[in-house]
């Protein structure tokens, strides 16, 4: 079945340790979304790519980081955890034309980052 | 400004009763999306509906139904028949409008199916 994979399922991390969380898509959507959620809130875009532009959101910390090296994979690197990034992280994809039609979104499991 | 108002923020229903979450919306764009998701407790979001503003026709799906009124700029979402796997997060969220593929997300409401 075509879907969206993050590895892993939950991570543990130090406090100022790099972290580094995974996402594949095997339904060749062009666009593909960072979102962290923490307890009981809304997600919260971080940033996504269209294609390969990158397009980060004005209010995402400097902290954040994300790469995605071909169309399936992307990854949201963390440069230095703090115990408020202990959080849900979910990753999305979207296929989406210059119509702008929004498309829905298709969300991965998520990763848990807990923060030591 | 846009803006998603989910104003229930926990609902509690036995099995079998009819919900209603209700969905209002603040927007100026003449075209824009609605979306409902749902996040049971294993975390995932799972994709429900999504629905343009030219089309304002109501759509059912199986036990779920949604209302959307352009007039109060509301878009309902129910259950009927609730059933135990119906107790999760629902979201519903709104395009933002500048084509940057970004959503405006309600709080969520939280719904509970007692057996």
């Known amino acids: 079945d075509a879907m969206v994979i993050q590895n892993p399922r939950y991570q543990v991390t130090q406090f100022g340790k790099p972290v580094t969380l995974s996402c594949s898509q095997t339904l060749n959507h062009n666009v593909m979304y960072w979102y962290q959620q923490k307890s009981s809130q809304a997600p919260k875009l971080l940033f996504h790519y269209y294609d390969k532009d990158f397009n980060n959101e004005a209010d995402t910390p400097d902290n954040f980081q994300s790469r995605r090296p071909n169309t399936s994979f992307c990854f949201l690197d963390i440069r230095s955890p703090g115990l408020g990034d202990a959080a849900m992280y979910l990753c999305a994809t979207s296929r989406e034309n210059a119509g702008g039609a929004y498309q829905p979104q298709h969300f991965g499991d998520g990763t848990r980052l807990s923060i030591l | 400004a846009q803006k998603v108002t989910q104003a229930q923020t926990e609902i509690s229903v036995v099995e079998k009763e009819d919900v209603t979450l209700d969905c209002v919306y603040e927007?100026?764009?003449?075209?824009?999306?609605l979306f409902w998701y749902k996040q049971p407790p294993s975390g995932e979001l799972v994709f429900l509906i999504r629905?343009?503003?030219?089309d304002e026709q109501n759509e059912i799906s199986g036990r779920y139904s949604w209302n959307f009124q352009k007039s109060t700029s509301s878009f309902n979402f129910t259950i009927t028949a609730s059933q135990v796997v119906d107790s999760a997060v629902y979201f519903c969220a709104l395009s933002k409008g500048d084509s940057n593929y970004q959503l405006i997300w309600g709080a969520g409401t939280k719904l509970i199916i007692k057996p």
């Open positions: 927007t100026r764009d003449t075209t824009y999306y």
């Open positions: 629905r343009n503003s030219f």
